[in-house]
């Protein structure tokens, strides 16, 4: 099961950290991911990262302005969002991928939290 928290209404330039915290599961061994949706729109792939936090992967979108981390301690997964723009406004989704290391297909995505919706003003 997760949950997931943080979002709010922000205007331009400011930043937000979204968490997510996992229960049920041998969180280290899965990795885990971030997406968004946006009205209209299909859910995009934002970022996921690898079991043991190794290794990242961001979409081109949000490279160089959101970090994602996970603490496998506290079963928790976050998502630092830096520079927010307008079009960064969605309900943000946080999911558990099948197996330990990740890919960007919702498919391939096992569990899903409840989404939580950021905001963006200009």
């Known amino acids: 099961q997760l949950q997931a928290s943080g979002g709010g209404l922000v205007q331009a330039g400011d930043s937000l950290r979204l968490s997510c915290a996992a229960s049920?599961?041998?969180?280290?061994?899965?990795?885990m991911g971030w997406f968004r949706q946006a009205p209209g729109k299909e859910r995009e792939f934002v970022a996921a990262i690898s079991g043991s936090a190794g290794s990242t992967y961001y979409a081109d979108s949000v490279k160089g302005r959101f970090t994602i981390s996970r603490d496998n301690a506290k079963n928790t997964v976050h998502l630092q969002m830096n520079s927010l723009k307008p079009e960064d406004t969605a309900v943000y989704y946080c999911?558990?991928?099948?197996?330990?290391?990740?890919?960007?297909?919702?498919?391939?995505?096992?569990?899903w939290g409840q989404g939580t919706q950021v905001t963006v003003s200009s």
């Open positions: 999911a558990a991928h099948r197996s330990y290391y990740y890919s960007t297909a919702p498919v391939d995505f096992a569990s």
């Open positions: 049920g599961r041998t969180f280290s061994r899965y990795a």
